[in-house]
């Protein structure tokens, strides 16, 4: 699949919600083994660092802007992307369209999050079929991680959803890729905490003015210096096309 905008080395395929939705689904129907990413302004800027996260980002079969920096960069380059293409709403979609079909593991998160996920999800999407869980908590390459595998593998999910933090997550799907027997694997950063409730989305409103990230900073203060990326990452834009 073609990519459509490059931003400082990360490629992004141009596509809005309802393609991307269409895409998984078509994954799905494939044998292939399929890796869909969604970048941020800060795993871009991470992934300038990392030559080998890069290289990761680069064979992902889908990448999608989860970030409206992201949005705003393609515009600067003169390459705009249609539409951010939250990770979090990218899953939800997904969901609605694999009810009694296809099925999902949820690995991430703190000890009993992805359990309480699943609950939520299976009871918000009647027919969803969440048929494993496990926490984040582990250390790579060790006893605990080839169990986790050895589960995967016995459940035989056609998704997983990997939500370790970036860039674990997109590393820990790129290494144990051929290890997995699943056809889709997306990291879904924090999307567990949102999906068991323990975290607070921002109201439509925010969101559709692309704000979700002011949202996040007046009801998490301490995300300030986090946020402070941003403005960062859209001068590094403008200097890259320079």
Known sequence: MANNC??????????NMGEAVTLVKLFLEKDKK???????PEIVMAARKDPEY????????????DGIGVVIASKL???????????????????????????????GG???????AKKEMMKKYRGLEVVGTHHGYFKDNDDEEAHIIEEINELKPDILLVGLGFPRQEKWIYNN?????????????????????NVKRAPEGFRKL????FYRLITQPKRFFRMLI?????????FSKK
């Open 6 to 15: 490059n931003i400082m080395g990360v490629p992004f395929n141009n596509v």
């Open 34 to 40: 399929r890796m869909v990413f969604t970048p941020n």
């Open 54 to 65: 890069m290289k990761i980002l680069k064979e992902g079969s889908l990448v999608v802007p």
């Open 77 to 107: 380059l003169k390459t705009p992307l249609k539409e951010r293409v939250a990770g979090y709403d990218l899953v939800q979609g997904v969901f609605k369209e694999i009810r009694k079909k296809y099925t999902v593991y949820f690995l």
């Open 110 to 116: 703190a000890p009993g999050v992805a359990a309480e």
């Open 177 to 197: 890729l051929e290890k997995i027997n699943s056809k889709v694997f997306i990291g879904v950063g924090g999307s567990f905490d949102v999906m068991s409730g």
């Open 210 to 213: 692309g704000l979700e990230w």
């Open 230 to 238: 941003l403005p960062v990452f859209l001068i590094k834009v403008v």
